[in-house]
């Protein structure tokens, strides 16, 4: 089984900075992208960014010069280094990866319990 287990968010003042971590364990022959979504109450997930295996990322235009996605693929880890945050940012921030579990099947997404992050004004 695949679990990925967030951690980092927690309470940050406007201007601030946060960093989340998200760790994949178990059964993983390989991961292709992953990334960072969020959500608030009453609305869909939203993306906030992605990276494939080779590096290539992509930003939620909210995001773009704020936010830094990087990853570890020898920790199987993926980052979400957030700074100058906006009270607007604040939602339960979820990580996902593509993971081929067993050779010889496809890659599934899995996604992680979610950590919050709160920014005040």
């Known amino acids: 089984q695949v679990q990925l287990v967030e951690s980092g968010g927690g309470l940050a003042h406007t201007g601030g900075s946060l960093r989340l971590s998200c760790e994949a364990s178990g059964s993983i022959v390989g991961i292709n992208a992953m990334g960072w979504y969020r959500q608030t109450p009453g609305n869909q997930r939203e993306l906030v960014a992605t990276v494939t295996s080779g590096g290539s990322t992509n930003y939620a235009d909210s995001v773009k010069g704020r936010f830094t996605i990087s990853r570890d693929n020898a920790k199987k880890s993926v980052y979400l280094q957030m700074n100058s945050l906006k009270p607007e940012d604040t939602g339960d921030y979820y990580c996902?990866?593509?993971?081929?579990?067993?050779?010889?099947?496809?890659?599934?997404?899995?996604w992680g319990q979610g950590t919050q992050v709160t920014v005040s004004s």
């Open positions: 996902n990866a593509d993971v081929r579990a067993y050779l010889g099947v496809g890659y599934r997404r899995y």
